[in-house]
């Protein structure tokens, strides 16, 4: 039971007379609350929480700037007015690794965009203006006088008649096996034409859409001949190649997760052991860099919000996040539909189903509650090597 609540500084502090002994879980009253390494702040939290459910208290620390220290992991220590201790047992924490769903997203109509941080900010007429890219996530439509406005995920608010959707991608990975490489992935954004020869000349039979995948026979020069249907040619410049792996990292164990990177071919293997289990069709850049790395920081979900810059945008809730190095990493991407080709900034892009998809697959697991989380002794991360050829 909450017994007091008082003011100091900035921050509300709640204390309880629950007996230390009688303590077995907590939870969050409001917000997304930082979680330590050790029982102190740090510049960079090890993780966040989020959500209704009452998450496990293994111990209680000492006194910190906003009540306690409780330990609700291994590693993971949280000093907070809003965690609030209780008697419940532990419990009903959402799975945001694999519950969450973010839904349609959104694209600016005209060339600048008016979003409101807060209700208060939208009565007061103060409004954020944005240029240049921008993707939003409405949650919920909202009534104000006869208009409709958008909440958006993180709590901002949109006029709905200056956005409208993003078109969905149609881009997909496949689970395969060592003996089904190679196979292709048409890209670009039209239909993509198949021939038969001719005698010295190539017949045009047909068409297949983008993001189509065909089982490869062989590679000629120019030209890709496929295994069905029989002697059926594709031009080379407009497929992706998922081949054969040249070299199994030997670092891995016989049974570990680890993903490779083909950035010449824009393709990503999912690899247990020694064993490909799905390939992935990607957008990446010259500047992506090559090396062998771990996942060393995991996110559901996170706003990239780069105004300031004179390639200026504004993304919200970019979705299941891992980075590698530094900031570069592998994520969803809502904003285009050229997968196959040199796109970004040094990150590598996926299809918003296959970014989950990936995210699942790579270590540190989240727990229940958990929408960020980075790597550490006891959660190490998921091995990455990236490689040109």
Known sequence: MISLLFLSGLSIIYTTKIPDAEIRSGYILKGEPRIYPKKFFTAEEYGRIKGSGFFPVLEKGPKCKEGFWYRIGTDAWICSGWFIPSRSNPGGNFNWSKGFNPGRYYKARQNRTEIYPTLGHLNAGKPRRLRLLRGFLPVETIFIGNFPWYRLFENGYVHSNAV??????????????????????????????????????????????????????????????????????????????AFKLPVFNPEVKPDENWIDVNLKENIVYAVKGQNVVRV??????????????????????????????????????????????????????????????????????????????????????????????????????????IRRN
């Open 164 to 241: 409208e959707p993003w078109p969905v991608s149609a881009n997909r990975s496949i689970s395969v096996k060592n003996k089904e490489l190679p196979l292709l992935f048409t890209s670009g954004k039209k239909e993509i034409p198949i021939y038969r020869k001719a005698g010295k000349n190539w017949k045009e039979t047909g068409k297949i859409p983008t993001y189509s995948i065909r089982s490869v026979k062989t590679v000629i020069n120019d030209w890709v001949l496929l295994k069905a249907p029989k002697d059926t040619w594709i031009k080379r410049e407009d497929v992706n190649i």
């Open 280 to 385: 992935f069709l990607v957008a990446a850049s010259d500047e992506t860099p090559i090396g062998t790395y771990r996942i060393y920081w995991k996110k559901v979900w996170k706003t990239f919000d780069r105004q300031r810059q004179k390639e200026a945008y504004f993304l919200e809730t970019v979705p299941f996040i891992l980075y590698f190095k530094e900031s570069y990493a592998f994520h969803g991407a809502y904003w285009h539909d050229d997968f196959g080709r040199i796109k970004t900034h040094g990150c590598i892009n996926l299809s918003i189903p296959d970014a989950k998809w990936l995210f699942n697959f790579a270590s540190p697991n989240l727990p229940d509650g958990w929408f960020s989380l980075k790597s550490s002794n006891t959660t190490s991360g998921t091995l990455v090597r």
